[in-house]
RNA sequence: GGUGAGGUGGAUGAGUGGCUGAAAUCAACGGUUUGCUAAACCGUCGUACGGGUAAUAGCCUGUACCGAGGGUUCGAAUCCCUCCCUCACCGCCA
C-alpha cells in the first residue's frame, strides 16, 4: 500500500515510478487525489454535525438532571433533526473510502532508483556470474530422466494421489530433499536467523498484508469452508508473525527464517518449460525473512543477497544475479534480485532465489510500525528472501554432476545425506 | 462438536447508560534529590483520520476507537443481536 500522503503531496512522482515498472493504469493516481479531497471534505463536514449532536445530547443530560424536562424534549427534537443529515454523510463517507482503498490496494509498490527499465525479462541486468558451467559427457540427460534412472521422484504415482505437478519424492529423492532443507536452515541459523515453523494456511488478512490479494490471489489454493489459503511461500505467515505490532527500534532488525512446503496453482503454466521439476504446484523452499528500520533496509537487502551467493556458492553450483527491470518485478517488491542456476542438461538458467526489499508496502497493509529513540511511530521495511527453493536446486544438482554410475554431491551435503554421491 | 468463563490502554485490573478516552497499580520516559546505585518525590505517558497555526519540531482543536459488526437511546465500555477469538472441562483424535 502506497502512502496517501506522498500520492497526495508529489503526484507527479508517483506517476513517472508507476510507468517504470510499467503499470498501465496510470490514472489511478488522479482517481485517488480526488477521492481523498472529497474524503477529507465529508469528513470534516459529518465531524462538525456530530460535535453538535454531541453538545446537544451532553445538555440534555444536564437540563435532566436539574428537572428542565421542556427544554430537554425540545433539545431532543433538534438532534432527531440531525440524525438524519449524520446517516446521509456517513453513508456517503464510507462509499468514498471504499472507492478510494479499492483503488489504492491495486497500485503496485514503486520500484526504487536503482531498478532499470524494461518490460520483458530480457531487459533483467545480469549483476555478476559465479562458478564454473560444466562440461558435461556426450549421453548426459535432463534432470526428468536422472530422476526416473535412480529412482528419486515418482511423478505419475503423483498425479494419482493428487493431480500433476504434484511429485512423490521417494528413498534417496526424499532424503536428498531432507538434506538440503536442514543444510539450508543451518545455515541461515548460523548466520543469525531465528528459526520458526509456521502454519500452511492463512487467513485473508494475512494474504492481503503481504500483498497476495488481491494482487496473486488466483495462484493460491483456496480452502473455502474454512476460508483459508495455502500458503505459496513461507514468506506470508513468517512476515505476518509482526502484523498490527508496534517495535522498539532497539528490536530491528528482525531475521527469520522458516522452511516451509509452497503450494501455487499456477494455472495457465504448459509447455516444456514446465516438465519434471522446473514448475510444480507442491515444492520446499527455505526462506529469509527481515523486518528492518527503514535507514537500514538497502545495506540490509545487499547482505542478504551476499548471503544467498555464499549459499549458491557453497553448493558449487554454476549462477548469476540479476536485479529485475521495472516490467519484470512482483507487484509488492521496490526492488528484486534474482538468483538463477545454471542447468547444463537443458542448457537454460533455472530461477531459485528471489530476494525483495518492499520497503514499507508490506508494512502499511500490516501496520507494522516502531518506536523511535524521538518516540514517534513510523512503519517498519521488510525483506525476503529464498534459501533457497529446492526444487530447481535439486534439478542442476543431478544435471551438472551426472556421472555415469551416480551423481556426485557437493561437499557441504555429504554429512547431511549420508554419502557423497547417488547411485 | 458440546458446556462454562472471559475479551478494557505496554502489562495487571476497576468501571451504577450521561461528570469515563477511560480509576488504580506496575512498567516506560523526563526531572528533583544523590559520591554512584537504589529508594523517595514531582511530572509525562494510546492510536487513527481530519481542521487551524507553525519551521515537515511544537501547540490548539474536532471525530472515531474499551475483540469485530449491527441495533436500542437525545446519549452506550456499560443494554440487545450476530460473529470472531482466548481459556477451562468433556467428546473425538496424530
Not at 400 to 405: C, F, H, I, K, M
Amino acid at each position: 500500500m502506497l502512502d496517501i500522503k506522498l500520492i497526495r503531496e508529489n503526484p507527479a512522482f508517483v506517476k513517472e515510478r508507476l510507468a517504470h515498472k510499467q503499470f498501465k493504469q496510470i490514472e489511478f493516481v488522479d482517481e485517488i487525489s480526488v477521492l481523498d479531497t472529497e474524503r477529507r471534505r465529508l469528513q470534516q463536514e459529518l465531524d462538525t454535525v456530530l460535535n453538535q449532536s454531541n453538545l446537544a445530547a451532553k445538555a440534555i443530560g444536564g437540563l435532566m438532571k436539574e428537572g428542565k424536562k421542556e427544554e430537554a424534549e425540545a433539545k431532543k427534537a433538534e438532534v432527531g433533526v440531525m440524525k438524519e443529515k449524520e446517516k446521509e454523510l456517513k453513508e456517503k463517507l464510507t462509499a468514498v473510502e471504499q472507492q478510494q482503498s479499492d483503488i489504492a490496494i491495486q497500485l503496485p509498490n514503486l520500484p526504487a532508483a536503482a531498478v532499470p527499465a524494461g518490460n520483458s525479462p530480457e531487459q533483467n541486468e545480469v549483476v555478476r556470474e559465479g562458478g564454473i558451467k560444466p562440461t558435461l559427457p556426450a549421453d548426459a540427460v535432463p534432470h526428468w530422466d536422472l530422476i526416473k534412472k535412480f529412482d528419486l521422484i515418482d511423478f505419475e504415482t503423483g498425479a494419482k494421489i493428487t493431480g500433476s505437478g504434484f511429485p512423490l519424492y521417494k528413498g534417496k529423492g526424499a532424503k536428498l530433499q531432507r538434506a538440503l532443507s536442514s543444510y539450508f536452515l543451518d545455515f541461515n541459523t548460523a548466520a543469525g536467523y531465528t528459526e520458526y515453523i509456521p502454519p500452511y494456511m492463512v487467513n485473508a488478512d494475512s494474504a492481503y498484508g503481504t500483498g497476495q490479494i488481491p494482487d496473486k490471489e488466483g495462484q493460491m489454493y483456496f480452502m473455502p469452508a474454512d476460508e483459508l489459503y495455502m500458503i505459496p511461500t513461507a514468506e506470508v505467515p513468517v512476515t505476518n508473525i509482526y502484523r498490527d505490532v508496534v517495535l522498539k527500534e532497539s528490536d530491528l532488525p528482525i531475521k527469520m527464517t522458516a522452511f516451509s512446503q509452497c503450494f501455487r496453482r499456477e494455472a495457465g503454466s504448459f509447455g516444456a518449460n514446465v516438465r519434471g521439476l522446473n514448475r510444480v504446484h507442491q515444492f520446499e523452499k527455505v526462506e529469509i525473512i527481515q523486518i528492518a528500520h527503514p535507514d537500514k533496509s538497502h545495506q540490509l537487502l545487499d547482505e542478504m543477497v551476499a548471503h544467498v551467493e555464499r549459499l549458491v556458492q557453497s553448493l558449487e553450483l554454476p549462477y548469476r544475479i540479476l536485479r529485475l527491470c521495472g516490467g519484470d518485478m512482483g507487484f509488492a517488491s521496490a526492488i528484486t534480485y534474482d538468483f538463477e542456476v545454471w542447468s547444463a542438461a537443458q542448457q537454460r538458467w533455472l530461477e531459485v532465489s528471489s530476494v525483495s526489499n518492499f520497503e514499507s508496502f508490506q508494512a502499511n497493509r500490516m501496520k507494522c510500525r516502531f518506536k523511535s529513540e524521538g518516540g514517534k511511530t513510523q512503519v517498519v521495511h521488510t525483506l525476503n528472501g529464498s534459501s533457497l527453493a529446492l526444487p530447481r536446486i535439486v534439478a542442476a544438482l543431478l544435471e551438472n554432476n551426472q556421472a555415469g554410475q551416480g551423481i556426485h554431491l557437493p561437499k557441504v551435503l555429504h554429512s547431511y545425506f549420508g554419502s557423497p554421491f547417488i547411485d
